[in-house]
């Protein structure tokens, strides 16, 4: 089971870190598991909006969040991050961190999405807004 957090309002242009972790009393660990960010915002359909491979080492970006997004894994705390800044109220969404117990690569891309990403965690809110 995970668990997303780190949600809230902010203003145009602003900052949030979304953590994802493995609920504590699951005892699971994401140390063998691919994670992606999705979201999905009121009437739209939830999309991919970045992925980090099993050993950290490759990572996916949606366009629209590139250059402004980071996302990356600490093992050691069984958490993974999505750093978002120069947030924009197009970025207002349900977010929602997902495991895939293995990478998979289209053309030496790492695909963010798929039927592997199959443990979902419950959303956290962001809201972007003056």
């Known amino acids: 089971q995970l668990q997303a957090s780190g949600g809230g309002l902010v203003q145009p242009g602003g900052s949030l870190r979304l953590s994802c972790a493995a609920s504590a009393d699951s005892g699971s660990t994401l140390y063998y598991y691919a994670i992606g960010w999705f979201r999905q915002a009121p009437g739209k359909e939830r999309e991919a909006v970045s992925c980090?491979?099993?050993?950290?080492?490759?990572?996916y970006y949606a366009r629209p969040v590139e250059g402004r997004f980071t996302i990356s894994r600490d093992d050691a705390k069984n958490t993974v991050y999505l750093q978002m800044n120069s947030l924009k109220p197009e970025d207002t969404a349900v977010y929602y961190c997902?495991?895939?117990?293995?990478?998979?690569?289209?053309?030496?891309?790492?695909?963010?999405?798929?039927?592997?990403?199959?443990?979902w965690g419950q959303g956290t809110l962001v809201t972007v807004s003056s």
């Open positions: 997902a495991a895939s117990p293995r990478d998979t690569y289209y053309s030496n891309v790492l695909y963010c999405g798929g039927p592997d990403f199959a443990s």
């Open positions: 980090i491979s099993v050993s950290g080492s490759n990572t």
